[in-house]
Protein backbone atom coordinates (compact mmCIF):
# COMPACT_ATOMS: atom_id res chain seq x y z
CA UNK A 1 0.00 0.00 0.00
CA UNK A 2 2.62 2.76 0.79
CA UNK A 3 4.61 2.05 -2.34
CA UNK A 4 1.48 1.93 -4.58
CA UNK A 5 0.51 5.51 -2.76
CA UNK A 6 4.19 6.74 -3.03
CA UNK A 7 3.97 6.09 -7.23
CA UNK A 8 0.50 7.43 -7.37
CA UNK A 9 2.10 10.82 -5.07
CA UNK A 10 4.92 10.95 -7.63
CA UNK A 11 3.26 10.64 -10.50
CA UNK A 12 0.81 13.29 -9.43
CA UNK A 13 3.91 15.48 -8.85
CA UNK A 14 5.73 15.10 -12.27
CA UNK A 15 2.23 15.39 -13.79
CA UNK A 16 1.29 19.08 -11.93
CA UNK A 17 4.04 20.15 -9.95
CA UNK A 18 2.30 20.05 -7.21
CA UNK A 19 4.40 19.82 -3.89
CA UNK A 20 5.09 16.36 -1.95
CA UNK A 21 2.74 17.77 0.81
CA UNK A 22 -0.13 18.21 -1.98
CA UNK A 23 0.65 15.25 -3.45
CA UNK A 24 0.19 12.35 -0.86
CA UNK A 25 -2.00 14.49 1.61
CA UNK A 26 -5.33 13.92 0.15
CA UNK A 27 -3.87 10.44 0.04
CA UNK A 28 -3.78 9.85 3.70
CA UNK A 29 -6.74 11.83 4.37
CA UNK A 30 -8.59 8.33 2.51
CA UNK A 31 -6.78 5.76 3.72
CA UNK A 32 -5.69 4.31 7.08
CA UNK A 33 -2.22 3.79 7.28
CA UNK A 34 0.00 2.29 10.05
CA UNK A 35 2.58 4.80 11.30
CA UNK A 36 4.80 2.68 10.26
CA UNK A 37 3.49 2.50 6.61
CA UNK A 38 2.91 6.65 6.56
CA UNK A 39 6.46 7.02 7.31
CA UNK A 40 7.41 5.11 4.43
CA UNK A 41 5.27 6.85 2.19
CA UNK A 42 6.94 9.73 3.07
CA UNK A 43 10.06 8.01 3.17
CA UNK A 44 9.98 6.93 -0.66
CA UNK A 45 8.46 10.27 -1.68
CA UNK A 46 11.01 12.41 0.17
CA UNK A 47 13.80 10.13 -0.81
CA UNK A 48 12.74 9.98 -4.68
CA UNK A 49 11.90 13.61 -4.85
CA UNK A 50 15.78 14.35 -2.90
CA UNK A 51 17.88 11.93 -5.35
CA UNK A 52 15.94 11.83 -8.29
CA UNK A 53 18.40 13.04 -10.90
CA UNK A 54 21.12 10.56 -9.27
CA UNK A 55 18.62 7.64 -9.56
CA UNK A 56 17.88 8.45 -13.30
CA UNK A 57 21.44 8.15 -13.61
CA UNK A 58 21.59 4.93 -12.19
CA UNK A 59 18.81 3.52 -14.74
CA UNK A 60 19.80 5.02 -17.64
CA UNK A 61 23.39 3.46 -16.33
CA UNK A 62 22.47 -0.21 -15.93
CA UNK A 63 19.84 -0.37 -18.35
CA UNK A 64 20.39 1.98 -21.49
CA UNK A 65 17.38 3.69 -21.06
CA UNK A 66 15.97 6.66 -22.68
CA UNK A 67 13.49 7.48 -19.97
CA UNK A 68 11.41 9.84 -21.88
CA UNK A 69 9.82 7.05 -23.27
CA UNK A 70 8.99 5.69 -19.89
CA UNK A 71 6.00 5.80 -19.21
CA UNK A 72 5.18 8.07 -16.11
CA UNK A 73 3.35 5.81 -13.75
CA UNK A 74 6.18 2.94 -14.66
CA UNK A 75 9.47 5.43 -14.10
CA UNK A 76 7.60 6.25 -11.12
CA UNK A 77 8.01 2.84 -9.91
CA UNK A 78 11.05 2.09 -11.08
CA UNK A 79 12.64 5.35 -8.98
CA UNK A 80 11.08 4.04 -5.77
CA UNK A 81 12.74 0.61 -6.67
CA UNK A 82 15.83 2.46 -7.08
CA UNK A 83 16.30 4.44 -4.47
CA UNK A 84 15.20 1.24 -1.89
CA UNK A 85 17.69 -0.77 -3.70
CA UNK A 86 20.35 1.43 -2.80
CA UNK A 87 19.38 4.19 0.19
CA UNK A 88 17.40 2.12 2.40
CA UNK A 89 19.46 -1.09 3.60
CA UNK A 90 16.87 -2.29 6.05
CA UNK A 91 14.38 -3.53 2.88
CA UNK A 92 16.50 -6.30 0.90
CA UNK A 93 16.76 -5.79 -2.86
CA UNK A 94 14.41 -9.00 -4.06
CA UNK A 95 11.57 -7.35 -2.12
CA UNK A 96 12.21 -3.58 -3.34
CA UNK A 97 12.31 -5.23 -6.94
CA UNK A 98 9.11 -7.37 -6.74
CA UNK A 99 7.44 -4.57 -4.68
CA UNK A 100 7.66 -1.99 -7.99
CA UNK A 101 7.38 -4.83 -10.86
CA UNK A 102 4.06 -5.58 -9.08
CA UNK A 103 2.43 -2.22 -9.25
CA UNK A 104 3.91 -1.91 -12.55
CA UNK A 105 2.05 -5.29 -13.55
CA UNK A 106 -1.26 -3.80 -11.97
CA UNK A 107 -1.23 -1.19 -14.85
CA UNK A 108 0.58 -2.78 -17.94
CA UNK A 109 0.77 -6.16 -18.67
CA UNK A 110 3.28 -8.47 -21.26
CA UNK A 111 6.69 -6.60 -21.96
CA UNK A 112 6.20 -3.69 -19.93
CA UNK A 113 6.58 -6.13 -16.74
CA UNK A 114 9.49 -7.92 -18.12
CA UNK A 115 11.39 -4.55 -18.46
CA UNK A 116 10.69 -3.06 -15.12
CA UNK A 117 11.81 -6.45 -13.42
CA UNK A 118 14.61 -6.40 -16.10
CA UNK A 119 16.09 -2.97 -15.51
CA UNK A 120 15.67 -3.21 -11.32
CA UNK A 121 17.38 -6.57 -11.69
CA UNK A 122 20.59 -4.84 -13.52
CA UNK A 123 20.59 -2.13 -11.21
CA UNK A 124 20.94 -4.18 -7.79
CA UNK A 125 23.00 -6.66 -9.10
CA UNK A 126 25.55 -3.44 -10.33
CA UNK A 127 25.59 -2.71 -6.54
CA UNK A 128 29.00 -4.22 -5.47
CA UNK A 129 29.04 -2.90 -1.70
CA UNK A 130 27.57 -0.35 0.85
CA UNK A 131 30.50 1.00 2.53
CA UNK A 132 31.28 4.63 5.25
CA UNK A 133 34.43 6.56 5.59
CA UNK A 134 36.48 8.05 2.97
CA UNK A 135 37.12 7.00 -0.58
CA UNK A 136 39.77 6.86 -2.73
CA UNK A 137 39.60 9.35 -6.02
CA UNK A 138 39.41 6.60 -8.40
CA UNK A 139 36.14 5.36 -6.64
CA UNK A 140 33.98 8.66 -6.76
CA UNK A 141 33.23 7.79 -10.03
CA UNK A 142 31.39 4.95 -9.26
CA UNK A 143 30.28 6.12 -5.42
CA UNK A 144 27.14 7.22 -4.81
CA UNK A 145 26.57 9.05 -1.26
CA UNK A 146 23.81 7.51 1.01
CA UNK A 147 23.62 9.39 3.95
CA UNK A 148 26.28 10.31 6.54
CA UNK A 149 29.52 9.45 5.49
CA UNK A 150 28.62 6.06 3.66
CA UNK A 151 28.59 5.03 -0.02
CA UNK A 152 26.95 2.42 -2.74
CA UNK A 153 29.55 1.53 -4.60
CA UNK A 154 28.44 -0.05 -8.42
CA UNK A 155 30.57 -2.33 -10.01
CA UNK A 156 31.48 -0.50 -13.05
CA UNK A 157 31.91 3.45 -13.22
CA UNK A 158 29.32 5.86 -15.06
CA UNK A 159 29.45 8.89 -12.89
CA UNK A 160 31.61 11.77 -14.26
CA UNK A 161 35.01 11.89 -13.09
CA UNK A 162 35.59 14.49 -10.31
CA UNK A 163 38.89 15.81 -11.36
CA UNK A 164 38.02 16.57 -14.75
CA UNK A 165 34.38 18.01 -13.98
CA UNK A 166 34.12 18.89 -10.15
CA UNK A 167 30.74 20.78 -10.65
CA UNK A 168 29.23 17.93 -12.83
CA UNK A 169 30.63 15.13 -10.41
CA UNK A 170 29.13 16.46 -7.30
CA UNK A 171 25.72 17.24 -8.82
CA UNK A 172 25.37 13.90 -10.46
CA UNK A 173 26.68 12.48 -7.09
CA UNK A 174 24.03 14.55 -4.77
CA UNK A 175 21.18 15.04 -7.05
CA UNK A 176 21.66 19.20 -7.23
CA UNK A 177 20.97 21.29 -10.46
CA UNK A 178 24.99 22.02 -11.68
CA UNK A 179 24.29 25.43 -11.60
CA UNK A 180 24.21 25.80 -8.05
CA UNK A 181 27.08 23.70 -7.73
CA UNK A 182 28.69 25.64 -9.75
CA UNK A 183 27.87 28.63 -7.72
CA UNK A 184 28.64 26.80 -4.36
CA UNK A 185 32.04 26.13 -5.84
CA UNK A 186 33.06 29.44 -6.48
CA UNK A 187 31.88 30.69 -3.15
CA UNK A 188 32.87 28.09 -0.38
CA UNK A 189 35.17 26.08 -2.48
CA UNK A 190 34.75 21.95 -2.93
CA UNK A 191 35.39 20.23 0.45
CA UNK A 192 32.55 23.11 2.19
CA UNK A 193 30.30 22.76 -0.82
CA UNK A 194 30.32 19.03 -0.73
CA UNK A 195 29.26 19.50 3.12
CA UNK A 196 26.07 21.76 2.20
CA UNK A 197 25.35 18.94 -0.49
CA UNK A 198 25.52 16.44 1.92
CA UNK A 199 23.40 18.29 4.53
CA UNK A 200 20.67 18.91 1.38
CA UNK A 201 20.43 15.42 1.08
CA UNK A 202 19.56 14.54 5.01
CA UNK A 203 16.48 13.84 6.89
CA UNK A 204 16.24 17.17 9.09
CA UNK A 205 15.88 16.66 12.31
CA UNK A 206 12.42 18.33 14.43
CA UNK A 207 13.40 21.27 16.60
CA UNK A 208 11.01 22.49 19.31
CA UNK A 209 11.08 26.18 20.72
CA UNK A 210 9.92 25.98 23.78
CA UNK A 211 7.24 28.45 25.29
CA UNK A 212 8.42 31.16 27.88
CA UNK A 213 9.06 28.76 31.28
CA UNK A 214 8.24 25.53 29.38
CA UNK A 215 11.96 24.05 28.78
CA UNK A 216 11.82 21.73 31.74
CA UNK A 217 7.57 20.84 31.69
CA UNK A 218 8.47 19.86 27.78
CA UNK A 219 11.63 17.50 29.06
CA UNK A 220 9.93 15.86 31.70
CA UNK A 221 7.01 15.09 29.02
CA UNK A 222 9.14 14.15 26.80
CA UNK A 223 11.16 11.47 28.57
CA UNK A 224 8.02 9.97 30.31
CA UNK A 225 6.66 9.13 27.18
CA UNK A 226 10.35 7.80 25.69
CA UNK A 227 10.48 10.24 22.99
CA UNK A 228 14.00 10.30 22.61
CA UNK A 229 15.49 13.61 21.86
CA UNK A 230 18.56 16.15 23.04
CA UNK A 231 18.35 19.72 24.59
CA UNK A 232 20.25 23.22 24.57
CA UNK A 233 20.24 26.02 26.78
CA UNK A 234 22.36 28.22 24.61
CA UNK A 235 22.56 30.48 23.06
CA UNK A 236 18.57 29.81 23.71
CA UNK A 237 16.49 26.64 24.65
CA UNK A 238 15.52 24.49 22.10
CA UNK A 239 14.94 20.84 22.19
CA UNK A 240 16.01 18.33 18.81
CA UNK A 241 13.84 15.14 18.66
CA UNK A 242 16.62 12.67 17.46
CA UNK A 243 14.05 9.86 16.01
CA UNK A 244 10.95 10.51 14.04
CA UNK A 245 8.11 11.29 16.38
CA UNK A 246 4.94 10.97 14.74
CA UNK A 247 1.93 13.99 13.93
CA UNK A 248 3.50 16.94 15.96
CA UNK A 249 0.07 17.19 17.31
CA UNK A 250 0.27 14.11 19.38
CA UNK A 251 3.61 15.84 21.22
CA UNK A 252 2.97 16.69 24.64
CA UNK A 253 2.27 20.38 25.27
CA UNK A 254 1.28 21.02 21.86
CA UNK A 255 -2.03 21.63 22.70
CA UNK A 256 -1.40 23.56 25.74
CA UNK A 257 0.86 25.82 23.39
CA UNK A 258 4.32 24.76 25.26
CA UNK A 259 6.32 24.94 22.31
CA UNK A 260 6.32 25.87 18.48
CA UNK A 261 7.99 23.64 15.62
CA UNK A 262 11.22 25.97 14.62
CA UNK A 263 14.69 25.37 13.32
CA UNK A 264 17.51 26.70 15.20
CA UNK A 265 18.88 28.56 12.40
CA UNK A 266 15.29 30.58 12.27
CA UNK A 267 15.06 31.38 15.77
CA UNK A 268 17.97 33.73 15.25
CA UNK A 269 16.42 35.89 13.40
CA UNK A 270 13.99 37.20 16.38
CA UNK A 271 16.95 37.03 18.60
CA UNK A 272 18.96 39.67 16.98
CA UNK A 273 15.72 42.18 16.48
CA UNK A 274 16.32 41.78 20.60
CA UNK A 275 12.12 42.96 20.64
CA UNK A 276 11.54 44.68 23.61
CA UNK A 277 8.68 45.82 26.16
CA UNK A 278 5.92 48.49 24.95
CA UNK A 279 7.90 48.75 21.01
CA UNK A 280 6.03 48.51 17.98
CA UNK A 281 7.16 45.40 15.95
CA UNK A 282 6.51 44.94 12.15
CA UNK A 283 6.76 41.46 10.84
CA UNK A 284 6.66 42.01 7.03
CA UNK A 285 6.30 38.39 5.60
CA UNK A 286 4.72 37.13 8.61
CA UNK A 287 3.42 33.65 7.73
CA UNK A 288 3.27 30.83 8.63
CA UNK A 289 4.13 32.66 12.13
CA UNK A 290 7.31 30.58 13.31
CA UNK A 291 9.27 33.93 14.00
CA UNK A 292 6.25 36.08 14.61
CA UNK A 293 5.54 34.48 17.98
CA UNK A 294 9.19 34.19 18.81
CA UNK A 295 9.22 37.92 18.55
CA UNK A 296 5.88 38.16 20.53
CA UNK A 297 7.35 35.98 23.76
CA UNK A 298 10.77 37.91 23.30
CA UNK A 299 9.16 41.26 23.79
CA UNK A 300 6.55 40.20 26.33
CA UNK A 301 2.71 41.29 26.50
CA UNK A 302 3.75 44.86 26.66
CA UNK A 303 5.01 44.57 22.89
CA UNK A 304 2.94 45.34 19.85
CA UNK A 305 3.81 42.51 16.69
CA UNK A 306 1.72 43.48 13.22
CA UNK A 307 2.20 40.28 11.33
CA UNK A 308 1.75 41.21 7.61
CA UNK A 309 1.30 38.82 4.68
CA UNK A 310 -0.70 39.12 1.48
CA UNK A 311 -1.77 35.78 1.72
CA UNK A 312 -4.99 35.05 3.64
CA UNK A 313 -4.67 31.49 3.74
CA UNK A 314 -1.17 31.13 4.60
CA UNK A 315 -2.15 34.03 7.42
CA UNK A 316 -4.51 31.62 8.82
CA UNK A 317 -1.95 29.49 10.04
CA UNK A 318 -0.05 32.39 11.74
CA UNK A 319 -3.74 32.77 13.63
CA UNK A 320 -3.85 29.33 14.36
CA UNK A 321 -0.46 29.52 16.31
CA UNK A 322 -1.50 32.58 17.85
CA UNK A 323 -4.40 31.13 19.38
CA UNK A 324 -2.11 28.10 20.39
CA UNK A 325 -0.01 29.86 22.09
CA UNK A 326 -2.31 32.05 23.56
CA UNK A 327 -0.68 35.30 22.69
CA UNK A 328 -2.65 38.73 22.73
CA UNK A 329 0.33 40.87 21.21
CA UNK A 330 -0.40 39.64 17.83
CA UNK A 331 -2.37 41.82 15.09
CA UNK A 332 -2.34 40.11 12.09
CA UNK A 333 -3.25 41.90 8.76
CA UNK A 334 -3.52 40.56 5.21
CA UNK A 335 -1.61 43.19 2.63
CA UNK A 336 1.39 43.43 0.71
CA UNK A 337 4.26 44.86 2.26
CA UNK A 338 6.02 45.85 -0.59
CA UNK A 339 3.19 48.55 -1.38
CA UNK A 340 4.75 52.06 0.36
CA UNK A 341 1.07 53.56 0.46
CA UNK A 342 -0.51 50.37 2.44
CA UNK A 343 -1.19 51.89 5.92
CA UNK A 344 0.40 49.28 8.54
CA UNK A 345 -0.21 51.47 11.63
CA UNK A 346 3.28 52.58 11.89
CA UNK A 347 6.31 54.00 12.08
CA UNK A 348 7.68 51.04 13.96
CA UNK A 349 10.66 50.77 16.12
CA UNK A 350 11.82 47.44 14.31
CA UNK A 351 11.21 45.12 11.21
CA UNK A 352 11.66 41.93 10.83
CA UNK A 353 11.88 41.00 7.02
CA UNK A 354 11.81 37.45 6.60
CA UNK A 355 11.93 37.59 2.33
CA UNK A 356 10.56 35.14 -0.25
CA UNK A 357 14.12 33.70 -1.32
CA UNK A 358 15.08 30.84 -3.43
CA UNK A 359 15.48 27.99 -0.20
CA UNK A 360 18.96 26.83 -1.09
CA UNK A 361 19.79 26.73 2.69
CA UNK A 362 17.28 24.28 3.32
CA UNK A 363 16.90 22.14 0.62
CA UNK A 364 16.86 19.12 3.09
CA UNK A 365 13.06 19.78 3.82
CA UNK A 366 12.18 21.83 0.74
CA UNK A 367 12.81 18.41 -1.43
CA UNK A 368 11.48 19.74 -4.44
CA UNK A 369 13.56 23.02 -4.49
CA UNK A 370 16.29 21.66 -6.78
CA UNK A 371 14.29 20.93 -9.36
CA UNK A 372 12.45 24.10 -9.78
CA UNK A 373 14.56 27.19 -8.66
CA UNK A 374 17.08 28.04 -11.73
CA UNK A 375 18.95 31.90 -11.91
CA UNK A 376 16.22 33.37 -13.34
CA UNK A 377 13.49 32.43 -10.85
CA UNK A 378 16.83 33.94 -8.46
CA UNK A 379 17.20 37.13 -10.12
CA UNK A 380 13.29 37.42 -10.08
CA UNK A 381 13.08 36.73 -6.15
CA UNK A 382 15.98 39.47 -5.84
CA UNK A 383 14.41 42.24 -7.02
CA UNK A 384 11.37 41.32 -5.26
CA UNK A 385 13.53 41.30 -2.04
CA UNK A 386 14.54 44.67 -2.37
CA UNK A 387 11.04 46.17 -2.88
CA UNK A 388 10.46 44.71 0.91
CA UNK A 389 13.50 45.62 2.45
CA UNK A 390 12.91 49.22 0.71
CA UNK A 391 9.20 49.76 1.84
CA UNK A 392 10.61 47.93 5.60
CA UNK A 393 12.65 51.12 5.71
CA UNK A 394 10.63 53.69 5.02
CA UNK A 395 8.23 52.62 8.34
CA UNK A 396 11.11 52.53 9.99
CA UNK A 397 11.19 55.06 13.30
CA UNK A 398 14.75 57.16 13.62
CA UNK A 399 16.94 54.70 16.38
CA UNK A 400 15.29 52.09 14.70
CA UNK A 401 16.27 48.68 13.59
CA UNK A 402 15.62 46.00 10.69
CA UNK A 403 16.75 42.36 10.99
CA UNK A 404 16.96 41.06 7.10
CA UNK A 405 16.56 37.18 6.93
CA UNK A 406 16.13 34.71 4.02
CA UNK A 407 17.26 30.68 4.23
CA UNK A 408 19.20 31.27 1.10
CA UNK A 409 23.03 30.88 0.12
CA UNK A 410 23.75 33.20 -2.83
CA UNK A 411 24.99 36.26 -2.27
CA UNK A 412 22.01 37.77 -4.71
CA UNK A 413 19.52 37.18 -2.12
CA UNK A 414 21.55 38.33 0.64
CA UNK A 415 24.74 40.44 1.29
CA UNK A 416 24.13 42.23 -2.53
CA UNK A 417 20.45 43.02 -1.39
CA UNK A 418 21.61 44.74 1.76
CA UNK A 419 23.96 46.52 -0.05
CA UNK A 420 21.22 47.74 -2.36
CA UNK A 421 19.65 49.36 0.48
CA UNK A 422 22.47 50.96 1.98
CA UNK A 423 23.53 52.40 -1.14
CA UNK A 424 19.40 54.22 -1.37
CA UNK A 425 19.48 54.96 2.22
CA UNK A 426 22.35 56.50 3.91
CA UNK A 427 20.80 56.64 7.19
CA UNK A 428 20.75 52.75 7.30
CA UNK A 429 24.53 51.39 8.59
CA UNK A 430 24.75 47.53 8.81
CA UNK A 431 25.41 46.29 12.75
CA UNK A 432 25.84 42.99 12.42
CA UNK A 433 25.75 40.13 9.57
CA UNK A 434 25.69 36.28 9.59
CA UNK A 435 25.59 33.56 7.46
CA UNK A 436 25.08 29.72 8.57
CA UNK A 437 25.63 27.14 6.34
CA UNK A 438 23.62 23.92 6.80
CA UNK A 439 24.72 21.15 9.11
CA UNK A 440 23.44 17.53 9.36
CA UNK A 441 20.51 17.41 11.61
CA UNK A 442 21.18 20.27 13.49
CA UNK A 443 21.61 23.51 11.59
CA UNK A 444 19.85 24.95 8.15
CA UNK A 445 21.13 27.60 6.06
CA UNK A 446 20.63 30.74 5.96
CA UNK A 447 20.94 34.64 6.39
CA UNK A 448 21.18 37.25 8.83
CA UNK A 449 21.53 40.95 8.46
CA UNK A 450 21.28 43.86 11.35
CA UNK A 451 20.51 47.46 9.59
CA UNK A 452 19.69 50.45 12.26
CA UNK A 453 18.47 54.00 11.45
CA UNK A 454 20.64 56.35 12.49
CA UNK A 455 18.60 59.45 14.50
CA UNK A 456 18.86 62.54 12.14
Not at 102 to 119: D, L, P, R, Y
Not at 169 to 179: D, F, V
Request: with cysteine; charged share 25%.
Amino acid sequence: MPRRMAVDALEKMDRTGCLALEAVGPLLARAHLRPQDQGLLWELVHGVTRHRDTIDRILVAFSRLNLEKVQPRVLAALRIGVYQIVWLDRIPWPAAVYESVEIVKASFKGWVTKFANGCLRSAARAVELKVGGLLPPEDRVRAVPIGGRRFCIFATPFLPDPAEEPAASLAARYGHPRWLVERWLGIYGEEETEEILRAGNETPSLWLRPSPGRFADLRRELSKRSIAHEAVEEPWPAIRLTLPPGPVGDLPGFARGWFTVQDRTAMAAAVLLAPQPGERILDLCAAPGGKTTHLAELGGPEAEIVAVDRDPERLRKVTETRDRLGLGNIRVVAADGRLPETDLGGPFDAVLLDAPCSNTGVLSKRVEVRHRVDPAAVAGLAAVQRELLLSAAGRLTAGGRIVYSTCALLPEENREVVESLLAARKELTLAAERETRPRSGYADGGYLALLRREFP
